[in-house]
């Protein structure tokens, strides 16, 4: 009995303490079908609402009460690179682009000077054709979806070049925002339809795949004009934005692979298998990271964003003592949740800018650029409509990689044989 009063007395104290610190304070939410950024504006556009929608009950969710807390929300404290205005991926499953795209644009304003506006679906176009290659060749033993990783974007410009979105804006019939529901479904049926019919014929596929995507966002164009001279979509990359795809890795931390060497990402948009994966531990991950911003370089990072710490009122992204506390986020509780799946491949995002040491905590946080729709519910004329902001456990925890000029880990590369 004295042993039971001990425990059931250390809990309450336990409680008691973490209470006080606020930051554990968990709530119901109650979410409103049909409000928000999404409902409101995305699927409104692509005409994908139905009638009923709004009929439905609410739902609850269990959150963290973030109210009460002292939280840097004001861009202005951040230390950032340039980097175009936040663009919405609309209803598409492209972050993976969005959020690359964005640090290209990034890089090529910190080498050249040039504010460039990149198109995210020129490259989605081809990626699609790739990935379409890939399941008629692995005779359907692959995987078609919206989804990919930051580095199909520098395989893809290596093979078909890059457009300003002024050339290609994969948006047809007045529409403001992007949806390929219903394209995927019929490029996926077909693809379903050789499968099944046994009929691989790759030029007759492909040939399918374009007819499909030209009809629902255009045939990307062979030519174009900038600045009063023409260019093709390789003169583009190589002369105008003098880009080079192989400028950029994959810096990756998990415990299942070795650690200094290189690996594959297993998670399904990783579809082609890329093992060019740089796998370093955690600690030397979240220090790349930081010294990267700090010298003016920024990253395209990604992992899970469905946390009850992440938060589409403050825009902020936390992890509450109650999940667990700071001092135990460690590789082995990185490892644990990506392996039983509560920590999966989400969200890109581009990361721009970093202020460290809030208020004397000795935590640091990150600025985040991003194209979902989640950050959109503050509204448009929020200053932090489209805007993140990571606390550095958040990234410690969930973000399993990130993707970022070589010159930024040139420390690291050297130690890979």
């Not at 919405?88 to 050249?112: A, D, P, V």
Request: one cysteine or more.
């Amino acid at each position: 009995m004295k042993r039971e009063f001990v425990l059931l007395l250390s809990l309450l104290l336990m409680l008691g303490t973490r209470a006080q610190k606020n930051e554990d304070q968990g709530k119901l939410e109650v979410i409103e079908r049909g409000k928000g950024f999404y409902y409101e504006s995305i699927l409104k556009d692509v005409n994908a609402v139905e009638e009923k929608l709004e009929e439905k009950e609410p739902y609850k969710r269990f959150v963290m009460d973030q109210s009460a807390l002292d939280l840097p929300t004001d861009q202005r404290l951040y230390t950032t690179v340039w980097c175009q205005p936040t663009l919405s991926q609309g209803n598409g499953g492209t972050c993976w682009c969005f959020s690359t795209s964005s640090l290209y644009e990034s890089e090529i304003f910190r080498k050249t000077g040039k504010e460039v506006k990149l198109s995210e679906m020129y490259t989605v176009y081809w990626e699609y054709v790739e990935k379409a290659r890939r399941f008629i060749e692995k005779r359907g033993d692959s995987n078609f979806s919206e989804g990919s990783e930051g580095n199909a974007v520098a395989r893809i410009m290596k093979m078909y070049g890059a457009v300003p979105e002024s050339a290609y804006t994969g948006l047809l019939h007045g529409r403001k925002f992007h949806t390929h529901a219903k394209m995927m479904e019929e490029m996926s049926a077909f693809l379903n339809s050789m499968k099944a019919t046994n009929t691989w014929n790759m030029e007759f596929g492909l040939a399918t795949i374009k007819d499909i995507m030209n009809h629902y966002i255009g045939e990307p164009p062979a030519e174009f004009t900038v600045d009063g001279k023409k260019y093709t979509p390789a003169t583009y990359l190589k002369d105008y934005l003098q880009l080079n795809p192989d400028d950029f890795v994959e810096i990756l931390s998990y415990k299942q692979e070795p650690y200094w060497k290189q690996v594959e990402y297993k998670v399904p948009d990783n579809w082609w298998h890329s093992n060019d994966y740089y796998n370093v531990p955690l600690d030397i991950f979240m220090e790349a990271l930081k010294d990267a911003v700090k010298n003016g370089y920024s990253v395209s990072i990604g992992g899970d964003v469905s946390e009850t710490g992440f938060s589409r009122e403050t825009n902020c992204a936390m992890i509450p003592d109650y999940d667990i506390p700071s001092e135990y986020i460690n590789e082995d509780a990185r490892q644990f949740r990506f392996s039983n799946e509560t920590t999966t491949d989400d969200h890109g995002m581009h990361l721009i800018g970093i202020l460290e040491n809030y208020k004397g905590s000795g935590k640091d946080w990150y600025l985040i650029k991003d194209s979902s729709s989640g950050s959109r519910n503050v509204g448009e004329d929020h200053p932090n409509f489209g805007y993140y902001f990571f606390h550095e456990d958040y990234i410690k925890l969930k973000m399993m990689g990130f993707t970022v000029h070589k010159d930024a880990v040139k420390n690291i590369l050297e130690k890979f044989k």
